[in-house]
């Protein structure tokens, strides 16, 4: 949800992209229909492993209640967001952490200047 927030809000004028240490195989189907809601189609999108390579380049790295040990080591500043996994929980609990998201995403663009 926060990559495609951040894509959304950024306009191209920056790009985020989203991977987990434990990647499901799909997207949860709440988290489709929350986002949806939005205007914003993750229908076909496919859940990616967190690697050091794919945080390479990045300015800033967000993790939503990363484990220690469990993320990558990365260059880059890390900020953890510390949220509740949407995965198994109710569309009115995924709506809840949506919109908690999306005020972050926007806070984390105006302080990048983007």
């Known amino acids: 949800m926060a990559a495609a927030l951040f894509n959304r809000q950024a306009g191209g004028r920056a ?14 189907p709440e988290v489709v229909e929350a986002m949806r809601e939005l205007g914003v189609d993750l229908s076909t999108a496919k859940p990616q492993l967190m ?8 300015i800033r790295v967000i993790t939503m209640g990363c484990a220690d040990g469990e993320c990558p080591v990365v260059k880059a500043p890390v900020e953890d967001w510390g949220l509740p ?5 109710p569309l009115a609990m995924v ?12 806070s984390l663009l105006s302080s990048l200047a983007i």
């Open 15 to 28: 790009w985020a992209d989203s991977a987990g240490t434990r990647p499901a195989e799909r997207v949860h």
């Open 51 to 58: 690697t050091a390579g794919l945080a390479e380049g990045a």
């Open 85 to 89: 996994d949407p995965a198994g929980q």
């Open 95 to 106: 709506r809840t952490i949506r919109d908690d998201i999306d005020h972050r995403v926007r």
